[in-house]
């Protein structure tokens, strides 16, 4: 069974509008939540996070809102930009298993930014 | 600047053939994971490591073992590579007490013909 799911493979935005990626989970232990971009034939690299005592935190053009009751966060990008165009991974992490800093990843939105 | 680096980009080998890929950080991270990414199925945890010597399996391990006899170190082992270990094998590394971000290799494309 899928613990961190991202329903949409791929989303396609107008350079300089916002890009919001979605991401939901199942598992109430999660109390970290991180979000990966990912170009062809690299690493992941981090973007950006939040912790399950926060509901929104801000880094640049980066926002990540967190809806506990729902089990639901989101990333948004204002405004979008054409090197933004790579994969979106969401990862959280909890002390499930007894192990809190494994992290268990959804599997990824594809974005493309257009000029 | 945290560096993580796989021995190899890009590898050929054939079936049966036992593979080893190395994963070095140079931050002092005490946990170091590996994972292998396919399309459509995201990151997958194959193995991770919380100290030297120490080993976990993760959601898919069948098939690999690791080995991690230095703490900077951490190596994955296909002993006998079948095609559908064909993958792009990404390794990371993090400090301990988490949650943290785990910072990640570069990755190997493996093809096993």
């Known amino acids: 069974d899928q613990q961190v799911k991202q329903n949409s493979p791929s989303l396609s935005v107008q350079e300089g509008r916002i890009s919001i990626l979605n991401c939901d989970y199942t598992n109430s232990m999660f109390d970290y939540f991180l979000w990966y971009k990912k170009y062809p034939a690299e690493g992941p690299t981090f973007l950006i996070s939040i912790s399950s005592i926060k509901d929104k935190n801000e880094d640049g053009r980066f926002t990540v809102f967190l809806n506990k009751s729902a089990k639901h966060l989101s990333l948004h990008i204002v405004p979008s930009q054409p090197g933004d165009s790579a994969v979106y991974f969401c990862a959280a992490s909890g002390k499930s298993g007894g192990s809190n800093y494994k992290l268990t990843f959804g599997k990824g939105t594809l974005l493309t930014v257009n000029p | 600047d945290v560096k993580v680096t796989q021995s190899s980009r890009y590898l050929v080998k054939r079936t049966g053939e036992k593979v080893f890929l190395e994963c070095v950080q140079d931050?002092?991270?005490?946990?170091m994971f590996w994972y292998r990414q396919d399309p459509g199925l995201g990151l997958r945890l194959i193995y991770f490591s919380y100290d030297v010597k120490m080993k976990e399996k993760g959601d898919i391990p069948e098939g690999y073992s690791v080995s991690r006899e230095k703490k900077e170190r951490f190596s994955l082992i296909l002993e006998s590579a079948s095609t559908n270990q064909t993958s792009m094998y990404l390794c990371?590394?993090?400090?301990?007490?988490?949650?943290?971000?785990?910072?990640f290799g570069p990755g190997t494309r493996l093809t096993v013909t």
């Open positions: 990371a590394s993090s400090t301990a007490g988490g949650p943290v971000e785990q910072y």
């Open positions: 931050m002092d991270h005490e946990n």
